[in-house]
Protein backbone atom coordinates (compact mmCIF):
# COMPACT_ATOMS: atom_id res chain seq x y z
CA UNK A 1 0.00 0.00 0.00
CA UNK A 2 1.47 3.28 -0.95
CA UNK A 3 1.84 5.49 1.97
CA UNK A 4 3.96 8.11 4.34
CA UNK A 5 4.43 6.82 7.84
CA UNK A 6 5.64 8.76 11.14
CA UNK A 7 6.91 7.83 14.49
CA UNK A 8 5.83 8.27 17.02
CA UNK A 9 2.22 9.14 16.23
CA UNK A 10 2.18 11.14 19.40
CA UNK A 11 5.05 12.08 22.41
CA UNK A 12 5.54 13.93 25.59
CA UNK A 13 8.46 15.60 26.26
CA UNK A 14 10.65 17.91 28.38
CA UNK A 15 12.30 21.30 27.07
CA UNK A 16 15.83 20.71 26.17
CA UNK A 17 15.39 16.80 25.28
CA UNK A 18 16.36 16.27 21.87
CA UNK A 19 14.48 14.26 19.72
CA UNK A 20 13.62 12.84 16.07
CA UNK A 21 10.02 12.17 14.32
CA UNK A 22 10.67 9.86 11.62
CA UNK A 23 9.19 9.88 7.86
CA UNK A 24 9.40 7.24 5.39
CA UNK A 25 7.41 7.15 2.14
CA UNK A 26 7.26 3.86 -0.15
CA UNK A 27 6.20 5.70 -3.31
CA UNK A 28 9.91 6.66 -4.36
CA UNK A 29 8.95 10.42 -4.61
CA UNK A 30 11.31 12.94 -4.90
CA UNK A 31 9.46 15.64 -2.91
CA UNK A 32 8.87 15.98 0.86
CA UNK A 33 8.10 18.27 3.45
CA UNK A 34 7.26 19.04 6.57
CA UNK A 35 4.56 20.87 8.03
CA UNK A 36 3.17 21.85 11.22
CA UNK A 37 -1.08 22.59 12.27
CA UNK A 38 -2.11 24.58 15.22
CA UNK A 39 -5.17 25.92 16.06
CA UNK A 40 -5.95 29.63 14.02
CA UNK A 41 -2.64 29.45 12.47
CA UNK A 42 -3.50 26.06 9.27
CA UNK A 43 -0.82 24.46 8.12
CA UNK A 44 2.65 25.87 7.98
CA UNK A 45 5.75 24.35 6.40
CA UNK A 46 8.78 23.79 8.02
CA UNK A 47 11.13 22.12 5.47
CA UNK A 48 10.79 20.36 2.71
CA UNK A 49 13.77 18.41 0.04
CA UNK A 50 13.78 18.05 -3.66
CA UNK A 51 15.75 15.39 -3.20
CA UNK A 52 18.37 13.51 -1.87
CA UNK A 53 20.82 15.49 -0.29
CA UNK A 54 18.66 18.72 -1.01
CA UNK A 55 17.00 20.17 1.90
CA UNK A 56 15.47 24.01 2.15
CA UNK A 57 13.84 26.28 4.52
CA UNK A 58 9.87 26.71 4.55
CA UNK A 59 7.97 29.32 6.29
CA UNK A 60 8.92 28.45 10.07
CA UNK A 61 12.12 26.74 10.24
CA UNK A 62 13.56 27.70 13.17
CA UNK A 63 14.15 25.19 16.23
CA UNK A 64 14.22 22.34 13.37
CA UNK A 65 16.77 20.16 11.24
CA UNK A 66 16.20 17.84 8.73
CA UNK A 67 18.25 15.29 6.65
CA UNK A 68 17.57 13.33 3.44
CA UNK A 69 20.10 10.26 3.28
CA UNK A 70 17.77 8.57 1.72
CA UNK A 71 14.90 8.82 -0.81
CA UNK A 72 11.91 7.45 1.26
CA UNK A 73 13.21 8.88 4.81
CA UNK A 74 13.24 12.55 5.97
CA UNK A 75 13.34 12.75 9.53
CA UNK A 76 12.19 15.75 11.44
CA UNK A 77 14.73 16.39 13.88
CA UNK A 78 14.53 19.62 17.37
CA UNK A 79 17.78 19.50 19.26
CA UNK A 80 16.31 21.62 21.71
CA UNK A 81 12.18 21.35 21.70
CA UNK A 82 10.86 24.35 23.51
CA UNK A 83 6.84 24.60 24.63
CA UNK A 84 6.26 26.86 21.68
CA UNK A 85 6.83 23.11 19.38
CA UNK A 86 4.12 21.58 20.84
CA UNK A 87 1.89 20.90 17.88
CA UNK A 88 0.85 18.69 15.27
CA UNK A 89 3.42 17.67 12.72
CA UNK A 90 2.71 16.43 9.11
CA UNK A 91 5.10 14.88 6.79
CA UNK A 92 4.55 14.99 3.43
CA UNK A 93 5.89 13.48 0.11
CA UNK A 94 4.88 14.20 -4.04
CA UNK A 95 6.06 12.62 -7.89
CA UNK A 96 7.18 15.63 -9.05
CA UNK A 97 7.45 13.98 -12.43
CA UNK A 98 5.93 16.44 -14.61
CA UNK A 99 6.91 19.11 -12.43
CA UNK A 100 3.87 19.28 -10.50
CA UNK A 101 4.50 19.40 -6.97
CA UNK A 102 1.02 19.67 -5.29
CA UNK A 103 -0.68 16.68 -5.15
CA UNK A 104 1.16 15.46 -2.00
CA UNK A 105 0.36 12.35 -0.08
CA UNK A 106 0.76 13.38 3.75
CA UNK A 107 1.13 11.11 6.36
CA UNK A 108 -1.08 10.41 9.35
CA UNK A 109 0.67 13.04 11.42
CA UNK A 110 2.58 13.17 15.06
CA UNK A 111 1.27 14.60 17.73
CA UNK A 112 4.12 16.46 20.08
CA UNK A 113 3.62 18.31 23.11
CA UNK A 114 6.91 19.61 25.44
CA UNK A 115 6.43 20.45 28.55
CA UNK B 1 0.14 34.69 -2.00
CA UNK B 2 -3.55 34.93 -3.59
CA UNK B 3 -6.21 35.12 -0.95
CA UNK B 4 -8.91 32.89 -0.64
CA UNK B 5 -12.20 33.32 0.92
CA UNK B 6 -14.20 30.09 1.87
CA UNK B 7 -17.53 30.29 4.42
CA UNK B 8 -16.17 29.28 8.00
CA UNK B 9 -18.56 25.94 8.00
CA UNK B 10 -21.72 24.35 5.98
CA UNK B 11 -24.10 21.84 6.38
CA UNK B 12 -25.38 19.12 4.00
CA UNK B 13 -27.68 16.33 4.26
CA UNK B 14 -26.42 12.52 3.54
CA UNK B 15 -26.68 11.64 0.08
CA UNK B 16 -27.27 15.09 -1.21
CA UNK B 17 -25.10 16.99 -3.12
CA UNK B 18 -22.41 19.62 -1.26
CA UNK B 19 -21.28 22.38 -2.79
CA UNK B 20 -18.10 24.47 -1.26
CA UNK B 21 -17.37 27.55 -2.87
CA UNK B 22 -14.04 29.58 -2.86
CA UNK B 23 -13.54 33.24 -4.36
CA UNK B 24 -9.72 33.62 -5.23
CA UNK B 25 -10.62 37.13 -7.18
CA UNK B 26 -6.66 38.21 -6.73
CA UNK B 27 -5.78 34.84 -8.55
CA UNK B 28 -2.65 34.77 -11.40
CA UNK B 29 -2.90 33.87 -14.53
CA UNK B 30 -0.15 30.82 -14.13
CA UNK B 31 -2.09 29.59 -10.59
CA UNK B 32 -4.21 26.86 -10.41
CA UNK B 33 -6.70 26.04 -7.72
CA UNK B 34 -6.19 23.24 -5.75
CA UNK B 35 -8.44 21.44 -2.88
CA UNK B 36 -8.13 19.35 0.16
CA UNK B 37 -9.35 18.11 2.70
CA UNK B 38 -8.75 16.89 6.40
CA UNK B 39 -11.10 14.68 8.19
CA UNK B 40 -10.59 15.03 11.88
CA UNK B 41 -6.68 15.60 12.59
CA UNK B 42 -5.57 13.37 9.99
CA UNK B 43 -3.33 14.61 6.79
CA UNK B 44 -4.55 16.35 4.70
CA UNK B 45 -6.17 14.33 1.68
CA UNK B 46 -5.73 16.07 -1.78
CA UNK B 47 -9.06 15.94 -3.65
CA UNK B 48 -8.70 17.64 -7.18
CA UNK B 49 -7.29 20.97 -9.04
CA UNK B 50 -7.94 22.52 -11.86
CA UNK B 51 -6.63 25.94 -14.02
CA UNK B 52 -9.69 26.79 -15.95
CA UNK B 53 -11.50 24.01 -17.01
CA UNK B 54 -14.09 22.26 -14.93
CA UNK B 55 -12.26 19.02 -13.63
CA UNK B 56 -14.45 15.70 -12.78
CA UNK B 57 -12.20 12.44 -10.71
CA UNK B 58 -14.04 10.14 -8.29
CA UNK B 59 -13.84 12.07 -5.62
CA UNK B 60 -15.40 15.48 -6.60
CA UNK B 61 -16.19 17.75 -9.23
CA UNK B 62 -14.22 21.18 -9.27
CA UNK B 63 -16.09 24.21 -11.22
CA UNK B 64 -14.25 27.12 -11.88
CA UNK B 65 -15.51 30.15 -13.06
CA UNK B 66 -14.59 31.82 -16.52
CA UNK B 67 -13.37 34.41 -14.87
CA UNK B 68 -11.23 32.73 -12.64
CA UNK B 69 -12.25 34.70 -9.50
CA UNK B 70 -14.07 31.70 -7.44
CA UNK B 71 -14.42 28.20 -7.72
CA UNK B 72 -17.06 25.32 -6.06
CA UNK B 73 -15.95 21.93 -5.15
CA UNK B 74 -19.20 19.66 -5.69
CA UNK B 75 -19.19 16.54 -3.76
CA UNK B 76 -22.46 14.57 -6.00
CA UNK B 77 -23.88 12.40 -3.24
CA UNK B 78 -22.47 13.85 0.42
CA UNK B 79 -21.67 10.71 2.60
CA UNK B 80 -21.12 11.12 6.40
CA UNK B 81 -17.16 9.78 6.27
CA UNK B 82 -17.07 13.40 3.55
CA UNK B 83 -17.43 15.40 7.16
CA UNK B 84 -13.92 17.46 7.24
CA UNK B 85 -12.24 21.03 6.51
CA UNK B 86 -12.11 21.28 2.93
CA UNK B 87 -9.18 24.03 1.71
CA UNK B 88 -8.99 25.80 -1.39
CA UNK B 89 -6.04 27.37 -2.43
CA UNK B 90 -4.37 28.79 -5.58
CA UNK B 91 -0.63 27.26 -6.44
CA UNK B 92 1.46 28.37 -9.13
CA UNK B 93 3.11 25.58 -11.64
CA UNK B 94 5.59 24.15 -10.20
CA UNK B 95 5.51 25.86 -6.93
CA UNK B 96 6.80 23.80 -4.10
CA UNK B 97 5.04 25.17 -1.26
CA UNK B 98 0.65 24.61 -0.37
CA UNK B 99 -0.80 27.46 1.59
CA UNK B 100 -3.66 25.84 3.71
CA UNK B 101 -5.86 28.81 5.03
CA UNK B 102 -8.79 28.05 7.68
CA UNK B 103 -11.00 26.04 5.26
CA UNK B 104 -14.67 25.50 5.40
CA UNK B 105 -15.66 23.01 7.87
CA UNK B 106 -18.33 20.60 6.22
CA UNK B 107 -20.50 18.78 8.36
CA UNK B 108 -22.76 15.96 6.62
CA UNK B 109 -25.58 14.45 8.89
CA UNK B 110 -28.27 12.05 8.67
Known amino acids: EAQVTQNPRYLITVTGKKLTVTCSQN?????MSWYRQDPGLGLRQIYY???????DKGDVPEGYKVSRKEKRNFPLILESPSPNQTSLYFC??????????????FGPGTRLTVL | DAKTTQPPSMDCAEGRAANLPCNHS???????VYWYRQIHSQGPQYIIH???NNETNEMASLIITEDRKSSTLILPHATLRDTAVYYC???????????FGTGTRLLVSP
Open chain 1, 92 to 105: ASTDTAGGNYNEQF
Open chain 1, 27 to 31: MNHEY
Open chain 1, 49 to 55: SMNVEVT
Open chain 2, 26 to 32: TISGNEY
Open chain 2, 50 to 52: GLK
Open chain 2, 89 to 99: FPVPTGFQKLV
